[in-house]
């Protein structure tokens, strides 16, 4: 195996530490959490005076039972043993429905308030913005919304809160022993301090076992899932030695700490039942020396079994909290995450234009990283109705534009201006309200066609089959199975990509916005879907200022303006004959892209293109 | 411990239990002194009290001594008892874990096909906890419960038999309501799981559709879909609490039923004289030393139904037999890395990929193999080092068909560097080590940069936080689906097999990274023969020949020149296609802003 020593097995060991690393502040835990709480606090309420009513009630028992037998026996009669024998019964049940109702109510409790932190978690997430997405797996945040709260609800469903009821219980136990019988109290807890000696040993042992169970545990089902993803390359590299010897190494400490755990758990129960048999026979012998009714023996021999069950609980239920502790970390470590998808900004940072134009890009600077700048100062102002075609070669920062009109991300400089007023003056929804988006990649959800096309919103069938009339498309989907119910599955793979762009095309006009932004897709189709595709565009394009990014020879010839961009830079402007008879960038991609579509019938090969020296 | 030999170790119930027997025999034996003791302590207690009610303290003290004595040792029975049986149930686990790895390692696609990864997964936890609960305590509990039935009855017995049948009454009850609990508790398990999975599923879709969802202004209509499975999830737990709630009252209530008996016809057989202040305190002790064992026999039934269910998933592991196995021919001594594919027809099921696919490549040469996606070519790529099921008779190395090798052979003589690769959750440098014994002696560490360099991805990997020594994988440091490919490429270099197939190294790669791992392929192929699965134009080009692949059958083939010559054919176009292509991104490259735009368009062969 490898030395402890060298550089990469020191990487790994913090990478390791890290993960189960535990930073543990109850405070702020507490009036982090209590705002998810409080709405549900009757709960809490209910669950808090049934653990003080429940342990009370659980200290009295041993007492009617010390009064029947003493009086039983004194009068002789066992109609007392069995008036008080009900009286007992009685007492345990309505213990036991406050025990159930203790126990329920602070499950409901925990539930109903995680469910609560688990939406809020969700929603927050739903306002980050996408530069956020952007470094962070997405799996990571799946478990800050999943386990991280779940961890936490274990707080409540493990009875980690119960311990208050334990506390008193113990308190409780030890004030009526003494009041029972000073003397044979004293003789039943002589052995105590050794047991609580005993019993902090045990438990910083048994607690550090569960914890190394816990951690291995992650460790182990990591390894294994990715060994089983990896398996192709294990084989292929011969490695199924070396991975199976580390495995082992992971699954053997998982089973030593459970060895460990085994062994502490063991010794810990056995030990609280010698040490309540040694009690009791102490007392037994005390018994000789210093008489007492046999009632207050039974009272004190059951006030010791109720003594010793809490102490038993507590070292699980101290790991529990540990745990929940570290999900509760990380929870509300996400939350504290200050960046926000298009954030309400200072009034006064806005700037003003002219309401003129539809839409304005003033000196506009952006990156996606803070000292790369991917758009340099461009100034771009659309009229009312006007279409622009966006041409460039790829990572000219097309679609980035697009991006900044929807304000998915921050200009870095400059500003973006819809109508005369600044992106960032106008609402989240408001903004995004006025654009309908067809993406290059269109994504369907599951669920039906309709819904697809009414994205979000409930469908109305029949404004659904009016926007696929009006593109002329309504043949194209009405034949399916369900009509325009028809299922989508996940990821719409059972519809052609030419099937999903038109999807994507009806959904934008059922959104009937004012601005089209249009992302073309670059998949070449055939002629027939071509020209159904340009049919449903002029449908949408109608009435409507439209920002495409364009990829079709036939969708660039029919805008009014093409903007060339390249590396971040608009380098020319104009229509589509001053731009040809100009021969800059824009011809050269014009007659590629001619070359291309004409590639599949061996067209005569495409022209080389060159900078002329000045 | 020492490391168990996984392959010879016994996989069935059966023989894990065979195998553990002298653990479960003498556990066994403790468990019954054990419940003797408790016997001897109970009846003991008894005569002790009535000793020291009626004065005979000396008698008193000495029972008292060895009450005590007694108590001790059962502690230490109780822990041996404990360790024994339950370490016997972890034990096995962990064989049978540690096995279960083993056969996975063995088995190829046709299994991975059949089973997925979260399936075995969901086998490998669940299903082999149900196997260890089953083996460990579940034979704890089969044979304690009936050792302290008879220990407590016995005990209850010698006091008054009338009052023990009676104090036992509500114990069948308690069994059946205990089985019932835990019928109902696994159903319920389950679907809060299920639950879980959704609510899961629900975020993943939403956060990956992030832009979509923005773009669209989906937020509310996303958090009302969440909110309807939140809700169903938190029902789940609500029913799960209920049941998990209830079951603790219920059982202490039953049970307190023997107590309210005892209690009232003990009382009057006390009063009456019938037993002693002794006898009672016995039964109080007796009867809660009884619920324990009685509770956990109801949970034995469904705990056994539901191991051996567990247990049939897993078998399906164990007995699987690998389809890729080693041939009947020794190693030979060294390998020439000769290769000749004859006529090699694959299928996947009802699709058939390849439909005779032959050619030779003699030692130390190179070939691409280029053609459009769902042509076969990744297919053929993975046939050859048998990481799928090579048909026999199909495919040779230096004239020995690589069936009838032993596997080790062919795989070190083949490498290969997977197309979408795979990362371990470790170091960049161990990812690229792999197939050392050790990464960290200088020499590995001079390799492993060496071959990162050549990959042209080690001066990105120094940047990473840590270097080269940083964690990468799933739960490291996310690299990019470029750098991931030639961290493979990198690994495969280190490997150094004679012949080399890489499938598609430039996938994800940009141009300017293009050129380096081009450079990269030419140093390759000085070196050893190389078997290059590519679409692009300019990397099969530097091969000494090229096949083209469509529809499962090599359709031309030739050199660059030759094949770019090829009226109509499928290399030729690719060639067209690329050479736009890469004058767009040249285009995309060009200091424009500042020259004002001013180009000039010639036509080709100008």
Not at chain 2, 31 to 37: G, N, R, T, V
Not at chain 2, 83 to 90: C, H, M, S, V
Not at chain 2, 288 to 297: F, G
Not at chain 2, 371 to 395: F, I, M, Q
């Amino acid at each position: 195996m490898n030395q402890p020593t060298s550089r990469g097995q020191k990487a790994l060991d913090a990478y390791h530490r890290e993960a189960q690393a535990e930073l543990v502040d109850d405070r702020t835990l507490a009036t982090q959490l209590w705002p998810f709480v409080r709405p549900h606090g009757t709960w809490l309420w209910i669950s808090l005076v049934s653990i003080v009513l429940c342990t009370g009630l659980a200290l009295v028992r041993p007492l009617i039972m010390l009064h029947a037998i003493d009086r039983g026996l004194a009068a002789r009669d066992p109609q007392v043993f069995f008036e008080g024998g009900l009286l007992f019964a009685l007492v345990a049940a309505l213990e036991q429905v406050l025990q159930f109702g203790q126990t329920y109510a602070m499950q409901v409790l925990g539930a109903r308030s995680m469910s609560d932190l688990r939406r809020h978690v969700f929603g927050f997430v739903g306002g980050l913005p996408l530069s956020y997405f952007d470094r962070q797996p997405v799996g990571r945040l799946v478990t800050r919304v999943t386990n991280d709260v779940d961890a936490i609800q274990e707080l409540f469903s493990s009875g980690a809160l119960s311990a208050l009821g334990d506390m008193i219980r113990l308190v409780g136990v030890i004030v009526l022993m003494l009041r029972l019988d000073v003397q044979l109290s004293l003789v039943a807890f002589a052995a105590m301090p050794v047991v609580g000696l005993f019993m902090l040993w045990v438990r910083r042992r048994a607690r550090e076992a569960f914890r190394s169970i816990r951690s291995e545990t992650a460790r182990m089902n990591a390894n294994m899932n990715e060994q089983v993803n990896g398996v192709a390359l294990i084989q292929a590299f011969g490695q199924e030695e070396a991975k199976a010897l580390e495995f082992d190494g992971i699954n053997a400490a998982y089973r030593d700490a459970n060895l460990r755990s085994i062994k502490y758990d063991a010794i810990q129960d056995a030990a609280i039942d010698a040490i309540s048999a040694i009690s009791l026979a102490s007392i037994v012998v005390a018994l000789g020396w210093h008489g007492a009714s046999f009632g207050t023996v039974v009272a004190l021999t059951a006030y010791l079994g109720q003594f010793f069950e809490p102490i038993s609980m507590l070292a699980q239920r101290y790991t529990l909290l540990q745990s929940a502790m570290s999900g509760a970390e990380r929870v509300f470590g996400l939350l504290a995450v200050p960046e926000r998808d298009a954030p309400p900004r200072d009034p006064s940072e806005a700037s003003h234009g002219s309401s003129e134009l539809e839409l304005e890009l003033d000196h506009v600077f952006f990156g996606y990283k803070p000292d790369f700048d991917v758009l340099h100062d461009i100034q771009l102002q659309v009229r009312p109705g006007e279409r622009i075609a966006l041409v460039g070669p790829t990572g000219s920062g097309k679609t980035t534009i697009t991006a900044l009109l929807l304000r998915l991300y921050e200009v870095r400089q400059g500003a973006v201006r819809i109508r005369g007023r600044d992106a960032i003056s106008l609402g989240r929804d408001e903004l995004r309200r006025s654009f309908a988006v067809v993406p290059q990649d269109v994504q369907l959800f599951s669920g039906t066609l309709a819904q697809n096309v009414a994205a979000g919103e409930a469908p109305d069938l029949e404004r659904v089959r009016r926007v696929l009339e009006q593109m002329q498309i309504l043949d194209v989907f009405i034949g399916r199975q369900g009509g325009l119910e028809a299922k989508v599955q996940p990821g719409g793979s059972n519809f052609s990509s030419g099937e999903r762009q038109l999807i994507a095309f009806a959904r934008a006009l059922y959104r009937d916005a004012p601005i089209l932004i249009l992302d073309e897709a670059t998949a070449s189709v055939d002629s027939e879907t071509e020209a159904r595709m340009q049919r449903a565009l002029e449908a949408l394009l109608r009435g409507r200022t439209a920002i495409i990014v364009a990829h079709r020879l036939s969708t660039i010839r029919s805008v009014d303006r093409i903007v060339v961009l390249q590396k971040g830079h608009i380098i020319e402007q104009g229509a589509h004959e001053e731009l040809m008879a100009h021969g800059g960038l824009y011809a050269a991609l014009y007659q590629l892209q001619l070359a291309r579509h004409a590639g599949a019938e061996e067209a005569p090969a495409a022209p080389r293109v060159g900078v002329a020296q000045a | 411990m020492k490391r168990a030999d996984f392959d010879t170790i016994p996989v069935t119930l059966r023989g894990q239990f065979v195998r553990h027997l002298p653990s479960y025999v003498l556990g066994t034996a403790l468990l019954a002194l054990y419940q003797a003791a408790q016997y001897w302590f109970d009846t003991r207690l008894r005569v002790a009290i009535d000793a020291a009610t009626s004065g005979e303290r000396e008698r008193a003290l000495s029972l008292g001594a060895w009450l005590i004595v007694v108590a001790l040792g059962s502690l230490g029975v109780r822990v041996a008892t404990r360790l024994i049986l339950f370490n016997a149930g972890r034990v096995a686990e962990y064989e049978l874990r540690g096995a279960l790895l083993g056969r996975l390692q063995r088995l190829g696609t046709g299994f991975y096909q059949r089973v997925h990864a979260g399936d075995i997964m969901s086998r490998a936890t669940n299903d082999l906890t149900h196997v260890r609960l089953l083996l460990g305590f579940g034979v704890l509990n089969a044979f304690s419960t009936p050792f302290a039935l008879v220990s407590a009855f016995a005990a209850m017995m010698s006091v008054s038999p009338q009052l023990t049948w009676a104090a036992m009454a509500p114990i069948p009850v308690l069994f059946l309501v205990t089985r019932s609990f835990s019928a109902q508790m696994y159903p319920r398990q389950r679907e809060n799981q299920e639950a879980l999975g959704a609510l899961s599923d629900t975020v993943q879709a939403h956060v990956a559709g992030a832009r979509v969802v923005r773009s669209f202004n989906l937020e509310q209509q996303q958090l009302e879909d969440f909110d309807r499975i939140n809700e169903r999830y938190l029902d789940k737990n609500l029913s799960l609490a209920r049941l998990r709630g209830s079951m603790g009252p219920i059982m202490q209530g039953i049970s307190g039923v023997g107590v309210l008996i005892v209690f009232w016809y003990g009382g009057s057989l006390m009063v009456k004289g019938g037993i002693s202040s002794g006898g009672l305190l016995l039964f109080f002790r007796s009867l809660a030393r009884l619920t324990w064992p009685l509770m956990a026999l109801g949970f034995l039934v469904g705990l056994l139904q539901r191991g051996r269910a567990a247990y049939q998933r897993l078998a399906e592991i164990y007995q699987a037999v690998p389809d890729i196995v080693d041939g009947d021919q020794p190693a030979p001594p060294s390998v020439e890395g000769r290769l000749e594919v004859r006529d090699l027809q694959f299928s996947y099921g009802e699709n058939q990929v390849l439909r005779g696919v032959s050619f030779e490549l003699p030692a130390g040469g190179s070939v691409a193999i280029v053609g459009r996606t769902g042509s076969g070519k990744s297919t053929l790529a993975r046939l050859l080092p048998r990481l799928e099921n090579t048909p026999p008779g199909t495919v040779f190395l230096d004239g020995v068909d690589i069936c009838r090798l032993p596997l080790s052979t062919v795989r070190k003589a083949i490498g290969y560097a997977q197309q979408n690769p795979f990362l371990f959750s470790t170091t960049a440098a161990r990812n690229i080590g792999l197939a050392l014994p050790e990464c960290d002696s200088d020499e590995a560490q001079d390799r492993i940069a060496s071959a990162a360099r050549r990959a042209h991805v080690l001066e990105e990997l120094l940047g990473l936080p840590e270097g080269i020594d940083t964690v990468v994988g799933e739960r490291g440091v996310q690299l990019s689906g470029g750098q991931k490919q030639r961290v493979a490429l990198a690994a495969a270099f280190v490997l150094g097999p004679r012949l080399l197939v890489l499938d598609d190294p430039l996938s994800a790669v940009d141009a300017r990274t293009e050129t380096g791992i081009l450079e990269a392929i030419d140093e390759q192929r000085a070196e050893r023969g190389v078997i290059l699965i590519t679409h692009r134009v300019a990397a099969a080009r530097r091969c000494d020949r090229i096949l083209v692949v469509d529809q499962g059958r090599v359709v031309e083939s030739g050199s660059h020149e030759e094949l770019l010559r090829v009226p109509g054919g499928i290399y030729r176009a690719f060639a067209e296609e690329q050479r736009i292509e890469s004058e767009l991104s040249r285009l995309g490259e060009l200091d424009l802003a500042e020259a004002s735009g001013r180009l000039v368009v010639a036509q080709e062969g100008a």
